[in-house]
Every structure is written in C-alpha cells, then in structure tokens.
C-alpha cells in the first residue's frame, strides 16, 4: 500500500466516531467602518510603532519625496511595471529594472542600495501592506534583497481591517505581507529591527 | 462525503524527538537547580505575557475569532481525508510536488532523497517544529547534507549544539550574555569586539548568514497553514529569513503535519488575526510568505512538500484528545504556565514542551513510550493555557483524560497489589461508613504526636513520600469535626440537634 493510501486510510479509521463538522460562526467584525482619514492616521500610527518612516504625501508630490529618500542611494531598482511619472524627480543612472522576462542576478540585487515598489492593499488596524507581485510590486526578490524598501501606498488601497484586505487579493499569486522593518525578538523577546530583510523600510502613502 | 471502506485499524504512533527520556519530575528537579535559567525564563515569559494582553485586548472581537477558529479546526479534523485530497489536487495542478510520509524515518528519507537529485550538499532552513520533530538535521548530517538554520533563535541553538526549549523562540533559556559567548565562541569571523546589545547580535547573524542565502539552491521550510480550497501555503516569519529561504533558491522542500490544513482563504482572515498576536504579541507579525506551487520567474521552480502523518492520525483517534491538533503553535500556552516557567522546555524532553506538549506529545507517541506517560502530570490544572489558546484547545481537561489513559494503560499490569492500589482499597472501606471514618478519626491525635513541638509533619512513608517531598503537612487537629460537633450537641436542652446517628448517615 502507498503510503498516501495508508495515511488516509489511518485518518478515516481514526475517524470512524463520525465526527460532525460544526457550523462556522463569523460573528466576528467584517469591516472596520472607518473613513479615510481615520484609516491613514490608523496606519501611519501602526507602521510608526514598528520603527517604519511613513510620509503622506498628495500625488502629486510622490516624485519628489522619493527623489528625497533615495538621495544618498547609489543604486536602486524598480520593477519594469512601476508608475514611470513617479520616477520623474530622478536621473536614469543609478536605476535598475527588474522583470520577470529580465529578471536581474542575486548579485546584481545584492549590490544595489534601494528598491521602490507599489503594493496591493494595506492593512489599517495591523500596519501591514501586502504585496502581491503585480507589474508594479515586481518579483520577491527585488523587495528583499536591497537593504531600503520604499513602499508606495495608494490611499484607495488602504483597508481597514484584515478579512477586508484579504477579500481584495487573489490568493494563489505569490504573496508577501510586510508589517515594519525586518526584526526579531529572539533575544529575550526584546524587539530587534533589522535583520535579514530590509532594514530600512519608507512607506509613502499617496493621496 | 468519504466513507471508510476497510478494517478499522489500530492507531500507528509517532517517532522521533517526542520523548521525554527521564520522567518530567525527574527532569525538572535539575532543570530547577539552574538559577540563570529560571531568571532567563521569568523575564522572558513575563515579557511576553504583558504584550500579548495589550495587542489582545485590543481586539473588540478576539472571543469571537477564537470561536471561529476553533470551529474552523473542529471542521477541518471532520473532514480530514477529503480535505488533504483537495489540497493534493490544487497544489498539484500548480506545479508543485506531494510526497506522503508514515513516519519520521520516511519523511527524512524522502528530504533526503529530494535534496541528492539536487546535487547539492547544503541547505537552509525556516524555523519548522514538524522538522525539528522527526530530527531532519542530525538524519542529513548523517547523510552527508549541512543544514543551516537561519533563524535567530535556531541559529543561536544549533552553533551552541544545545537543543530547544521553546517552540516560539528556541533559545529562550539563553540570555544576551549568553549568547555573545556563544557567538565569540562558534561563529567563524565573529567581532571580537561583539558585545551583548541584541541589535549588534542580531546584525552578526546577519552578516554571518547572507552569503548562505544568496548561494543557496535548496531550502527546507515548515508552514504555518496550507489551505485547501487553492493549494497556497504559508509561512509566518519575523527576520526575513524566511523569504529569503521560500523566494531565492531553485529548489523549496516544505514539511507539514497533515493537521496544518484550513479549508478557504477565507479561514486565513482569522488566523492571521489570532496567530501574530498569541505569539509574539504583535498586531502582526513582520513577514508572510504564501505561495502557490511554482510562479514562473518568482521563486524556487521545484516545489515540494512533504505530509506528515507521524502519530497524528493517532491522536485523532482519540475523541477527547484530538482537539490538541488544533493547536496552531503559537506558544502562548507555555509562556503563561507557571510550571513552564520555571522547569523550562527542555524538561519535557520532547519538541513539543510546556502545556500543548504534554498533551501533544503523548497522543503522538503513546502513554506508554518512554517517560512521556509522565508529561500530563506536569501541571496544575491551573487552566491559564486554556484561556490562552486562540483555539480554545481544553488543555486541562485532555490533561485529566490522559491521566486517566495513564492509568487505565497499567492497570493489572503488575500481579501483587501497589501502595496505590493498597490505598485507594483502604480509602474507599473507610469513607464508605460513617461509623468507619469516626473509629479512624479516632487516632488522629497519634498524628499530632509524629508532628512533634513545630506541628509539622515533614516526611511520610511509603507514595505519600511524594506529597512531602516538596512540603509540610501541617500537625492535626487535637479531635476531628464529628467529636466537636457530638460534643457541642450532647446537652439535653438542645432538642433541634439531630440524632448523631441520624446525621452520621446522611453524610455517608
């Protein structure tokens, strides 16, 4: 007998009781209620405490914030999919495009200072910004590697809650959700930031 | 529905590090001995709780999604066979690779074997407790295979070569002190000038790491949860260390127990809710990889996993026992259990220590194997790890019920009658009558006598050694309850008082 065969059989033997499968209650909250004010001061607070700096800016003035923070990155790159106007404040020469169809080597990634990606949605109550690998987010790599990720958040994007965000996202894509600066709390439970992934991590959120 | 076909089977336990080789009393006597360690693990703990009670309390509905979560875990062992097969079917279908492993022994066998056609003689690892279960390091160490573990706290483990004490963090029982030595000792190119700042230890093992990710070809991971409905997996990280091992090499081996399983995407809302704070008390935590089979061009293109059933279906054999594969290994069990907090992890012996483990790791193996019959007296049926539980698993009352499978699996094993035995006979002759317990009564003054001037019995024959071992019993009573209250009631002018006889009866 294979041993799927055997496992199954042992699992429906270890079954044979019957047991009913019970209703699931969801009586727990759907949706947060919030406004949009109350959301980016909800998650600027949150992405604060996790040591993350956080800029709210109108659209209009993204390019130019993120000119500001990658001033004193030697490199820097972004996925081929990323809003071209948003890169309008920077010169061509330090910039690295990533793509699936031309992916950059780990080496490569690994020399450059700074990634700028867009993201899917954002979680108010929890700090948390998913990305889901769309164009504009780009493969993991490119968000892991450089120590500097400067994360572009669209208001319209941000929900309040996590059942709210996860009704937004196809789950079967390849996704990472970020909450703050890598950090541990292996030591003591203290909280470390900063570790393997980036260790600086800049939020803009776009009105 | 699936029905079952065949012979009801009997249960197959587990193998593996799940054992306690000494019985836990004996255990953590000398684990008690540590000072430092007790320290460590008082401050540590302590930490902990308060976090985790302010992130929860937080929640206006955190009840209401232990109650789902609960329902959800209750569901997902209902429908066990039929959800495995769904997975199967949506992970497959995604490019990725199932392989089914009976036992520890056949989950390093297959680990191995994936990594040998690899070519490859190193690997990374995610911090996993279902491989720290079957000893997936020390099998491939053997087979000629380095495995890193890059977690922080597995790091600090392994170069230590000490084994871990807690399922959230490994190396708990280690302060910062403690871990700079280790560091200067054991990691080649350490700074000698490395002091014990956790900031400064923790960019050491980020230095002493990144080459190891950004050259390797294989990684090995556990996962949080799998879900059924799309074949995703996931994986719940803080450092980093995770997506750099699940998102740059060529080739992903995941280990999962067979109980991880949610059955939507809809179910992970509540368990990322639950999870991120019951652990390290955050409102969420930093890093979640999920991933579903192979994305062409992102992440490893070889992807597999590995079910393992390792004495899972035998704990769900067990009705009142089964629920303790709810468990979603937070570890908010242990860090509010006043016995973990002072033995520590490693006196429960298996990788599963504190509450949880000492029901888990029992209905994995068995009562009888090894010392682990042991391990569901390691409480005080205090009932904090239940109202810890984001799965509401009644830790307490599985505790009580494998005591009892304790017992009843040595009953008439032994031909002459135990002290026990002799005991329990000798209890139930004399708290049967009431003129019976009166005669006894009768002979507490010897007891204040054994008692001497500090009216404290010290030290008791025979079992009962064991209730003394730890405290005094103070001296008894000059008369018992029944000779004051015949005395009190004995005058004639008292016409209410009922007859002695009368009330003697009613309390037998």
Redesign the interface.
Known sequence: M???E????????????A???????????AASGLGEEALIEMLVD?LV??KAQVSVVEAAEVPERIAELLADARSYVVPAGFDAGWLAGLDGGRRHVDS??A?LS??EL?SIDAVVTGSAVA?A????IILD?SPDQG???IS??PDHHICVVNVADIAGI??EA?RRID????????????????????????????RRLDVLIAR | M?T?L?M??L??FGSGNLHATESFAKAARHELGNGQLRA?LG??TH??RD?RLKVVSEL??WE??R??GS??K??V?????EL??QFEEKFTA?GGVI????DAD?ANDIVTRLIRETGETEVVKVKSMATQEIGLNEYLEEQGISAFE????EL?VQLDHDKPSHIL?P??HK??TE?RDIFLREMPGADPALTDD??M???A??AH??RK??NAKVAVSGANFA?AD???LAVVE????G??CL??PDTLITVMG?EKLLPT??D???F??LL?RSS?G???????????GV?????PQNVHLV?L?NGR??A??D?MG?SALHCIRCSACMNVCPVYERTGGHAYGSTYPGPIGAILSPLLTGIQSEENSSLPYASSLCGACFDACPVKINIPDILVHLRSVDVDSKRGMKKVPSQMDAGMKAASWALSSGKRLGLIEKGLPIGRLAAGPDKKITKLPGIAAGWTQSRDIPAPPAQSFRSWWAKEHRSPDVKEAPAPTQQKEDQA
């Open positions: 294979s041993a799927r055997d496992i199954l059989g042992r699992i429906r033997s270890a079954l044979r009781d047991p009913v499968a019970p209703p699931i209650p969801r009586d727990y909250r949150r405490d996790y699936i169809s992916p780990l080496a690994d979680v109550e929890t700090g948390t690998a493969r993991r790599a892991l590697v996590l059942p996860l789950g079967t894509r390849p996704l990472t959700m970020i909450s703050g600066p890598s950090a541990t709390s292996d030591i003591e439970l203290e909280r470390v930031e900063g570790v393997h992934g980036p | 699936s079952f065949g009801p089977s249960p197959v460590n401050h540590a930490t902990i976090k206006p509905d209401q999604l109650d789902a329902a959800i209750e569901s062992m209902a429908r066990l066979p495995l097969e995604r392989h089914w492993a009976r056949e890059t977690d922080l706290a600090i963090v190396a708990i302060n910062r871990i956790p900031a230890l923790a960019m093992a980020r790491l990144r990710f950004l879900l799309s074949g995703t803080s450092e980093g260390n997506r750099m998102t740059l067979v995407w809809q992970l809302e509540v990322m809710q991120p390290t955050e409102r969420m935590n930093p890093y979640t990889s999920l991933w579903t994305t062409e061009g992102d992440g079910l059933d279906s035998a769900l054999a009705e089964r």
